[in-house]
């Protein structure tokens, strides 16, 4: 049986999440329901992680580990931040949230494409 262990780090503020990271959970949701239910892989277990983070780790949010590793560092694409509404609201102050730049379109959510082409990755 092979094991995968997934964990998204978000910014929440009193059971709040930002609209951009919550987006991302329902993708990764997503993307763990419908490779569980692919017969290919039968033999794979996925352990789900959601990290809550403070004010001061919100450069962190939005963030998936695979396994440990940055999904972005899996699949070799480049981060940045801009800024967040959502956050801001919840912080009370100016505040940025992570983008990951993938196939040259930068994205606010991590969508379901990147998300599961970064689980099969790792799983080959």
């Known amino acids: 049986m092979k094991e995968l262990m997934v964990e998204w780090k978000h910014y929440d503020k009193e059971g709040e999440t930002c609209t951009r990271c919550n987006k991302t959970g329902e993708n990764i949701k997503n993307v763990i329901a419908r490779i569980i239910n692919n017969r290919k892989y039968k033999n794979l277990t996925i352990k789900f992680i959601e990290t ?34 959502s956050c801001s609201c919840l912080a009370g102050k100016g505040s940025n949230c992570r983008t990951i730049c993938y196939k040259g379109k930068v994205y606010e959510d991590v969508s379901e494409e990147i998300i599961e082409e970064g689980i099969l990755k790792c799983l080959t």
């Open 52 to 85: 809550k983070l403070e004010a001061d780790k919100m450069p962190e949010s939005n963030t998936i580990l695979l396994n440990g590793e940055k999904i972005d560092k899996i699949l070799e694409v480049t981060t940045s931040e801009n800024f967040c509404h």
